[in-house]
């Protein structure tokens, strides 16, 4: 049973934008904050934005404030991230996550439920 899927990815070169989905199911979605993760190769995976329940609050990862745009739509179970002004250091695999609290939190503790993830290229 799939509770979170990905897509959106691909590749783009510096200054290009993608916009990522995560569609979740209702269960993990209704009630709890939605986050955005990144993993590139070889590294831990780190947090990007994150989004309260009801997308009233959200939080970014200082690296990409002011690029990045976390946003959910209630209607269709579903997050979004607007990334733009991409630069190589953007390069990993995205994962989504439903949280365990209706609050936007950077821990990656409070998630659970993680998707596949999708491959976000930039090239230089």
């Known amino acids: 049973q799939v509770q979170l899927q990905e897509s959106g990815g691909g590749s783009v070169q510096a200054g290009g934008s993608l916009r990522l989905s995560c569609a979740a199911s209702r269960r993990i979605f209704s009630n709890n904050a939605m986050g955005w993760f990144r993993q590139p190769a070889g590294q831990s995976r780190e947090f990007v934005a994150a989004?309260?329940?009801?997308?009233?609050?959200?939080r970014y990862a200082e690296a990409v404030k002011g690029r990045f745009t976390i946003s959910r739509d209630r209607t269709r179970d579903t997050v979004y991230l607007q990334m733009n002004s991409l630069t190589p250091e953007d390069t990993g695999v995205y994962y989504c996550?439903?949280?365990?609290?209706?609050?936007?939190?950077?821990?990656?503790?409070?998630?659970?439920?993680w998707g596949q993830g999708t491959e976000v290229t930039v090239s230089s």
């Open positions: 996550a439903g949280a365990r609290t209706p609050v936007a939190t950077e821990s990656i503790a409070s998630y659970s439920g």
């Open positions: 989004i309260g329940w009801n997308g009233g609050t959200t």
